[in-house]
């Protein structure tokens, strides 16, 4: 008897797919810098809002929403085509043992991306337990998806010498963001304690947006920003997988 079918997912070319990585780094990065902006040029407290602080003020939350539904609708396909791409690979290197991370990376990325695009629409001075929520799954599940990636680079470069500067910028970038990520949980408790929830309080001085006054949480936004650029640089390494496992 033969075993169940695998799924075949409709594939994009490798150049295709090099630039709907750099299209989605670049407006994941362009949303930073125009959502910042604009922030800053409304006269708001330029040191240093959270990223989220920047969709409760007009001037600026049009970026944040526009990038981030655009962002998240491009991963999803992204995530796909490289389920798609390491599934071949792992068919052709049996013994790799990616089959079950490549599946769990893919959901996470995708469980991810619509988050993403739902936090776009979920202002968190309106809606802030949702919105954390909803914060919590982007960036563990991005972290997720970061983390099994390297373990799947790793896992090349053991079969393919030739992988070996992907695993190395990859894991790079996984633990500087690994230490962003722990960096903005430190600054936070230290403001909110153990619940690590950002205080509604805070929302007084984001929609006055001139003084957002707490030291702890502006490095807490600090390592915030740098953990998404982090995570932005882990997507970047993908053009470099895709010329790798177009070869």
Same mark, same amino acid.
């Given at each position: 008897?033969?075993?169940?079918?695998?799924?075949?997912?409709?594939?994009?070319?490798?150049?295709?797919?090099?630039?709907?990585?750099? @299209?989605?780094?670049?407006?994941?990065?362009?949303?930073?810098?125009?959502? #910042?902006?604009?922030?800053?040029?409304?006269?708001?407290?330029?040191?240093?809002?959270?990223?989220?602080?920047?969709?409760?003020?007009?001037?600026?939350?049009?970026?944040?929403?526009?990038?981030?539904?655009?962002?998240?609708?491009?991963?999803?396909?992204? $995530?796909?085509?490289?389920?798609?791409?390491?599934?071949?690979?792992?068919?052709?290197?049996?013994?790799?043992?990616?089959?079950?991370?490549?599946?769990? $990376?893919?959901?996470? $990325?995708?469980?991810?991306?619509?988050?993403?695009?739902?936090?776009? #629409? !979920?202002?968190?001075?309106?809606?802030?337990?949702?919105?954390?929520?909803?914060?919590?799954?982007?960036?563990?599940?991005?972290? @997720?998806?970061?983390?099994?990636?390297?373990?799947?680079?790793?896992?090349?470069?053991?079969?393919?010498?030739? &992988?070996?500067?992907?695993?190395?910028?990859?894991?790079?970038?996984?633990? &500087?963001?690994?230490?962003?990520?722990?960096?903005?949980?430190?600054?936070?408790?230290? #403001?909110?304690?153990?619940?690590?929830? @950002?205080?509604?309080?805070?929302?007084? !001085?984001?929609?006055?947006?001139?003084?957002?006054?707490?030291?702890?949480?502006?490095?807490? $936004? &600090? &390592?915030?920003?740098?953990?998404?650029?982090?995570?932005?640089?882990?997507? #970047? !390494?993908?053009?470099?997988? !895709?010329?790798?496992?177009?070869?």
């Amino acid at each position: 008897m033969s075993g169940p079918a695998k799924i075949v997912l409709p594939t994009m070319s490798s150049l295709a797919t090099r630039r709907l990585v750099k @299209i989605t780094v670049t407006i994941q990065i362009a949303t930073l810098l125009l959502s #910042y902006l604009s922030w800053v040029l409304d006269g708001c407290d330029p040191f240093i809002p959270f990223i989220s602080d920047t969709d409760t003020n007009p001037a600026s939350s049009w970026a944040f929403t526009i990038g981030l539904t655009l962002t998240g609708a491009l991963m999803v396909p992204l $995530a796909l085509q490289f389920f798609q791409m390491r599934r071949k690979w792992g068919d052709r290197n049996k013994g790799s043992g990616i089959e079950k991370m490549n599946l769990i $990376a893919t959901i996470s $990325a995708i469980i991810s991306a619509i988050a993403t695009i739902w936090i776009s #629409y !979920t202002p968190w001075h309106q809606q802030m337990e949702l919105h954390m929520i909803q914060a919590r799954v982007i960036f563990g599940g991005l972290m @997720i998806w970061a983390i099994l990636s390297t373990v799947i680079a790793h896992r090349m470069k053991e079969a393919d010498v030739r &992988f070996s500067p992907l695993f190395l910028n990859r894991k790079n970038w996984t633990i &500087f963001s690994l230490i962003c990520l722990i960096g903005l949980a430190i600054s936070v408790f230290s #403001y909110a304690g153990v619940s690590l929830a @950002i205080p509604e309080g805070h929302m007084d !001085t984001v929609l006055e947006c001139s003084d957002l006054g707490h030291p702890s949480l502006s490095v807490a $936004a &600090f &390592f915030e920003w740098s953990m998404v650029l982090g995570l932005a640089g882990v997507s #970047y !390494t993908g053009v470099q997988e !895709t010329h790798l496992l177009d070869e």
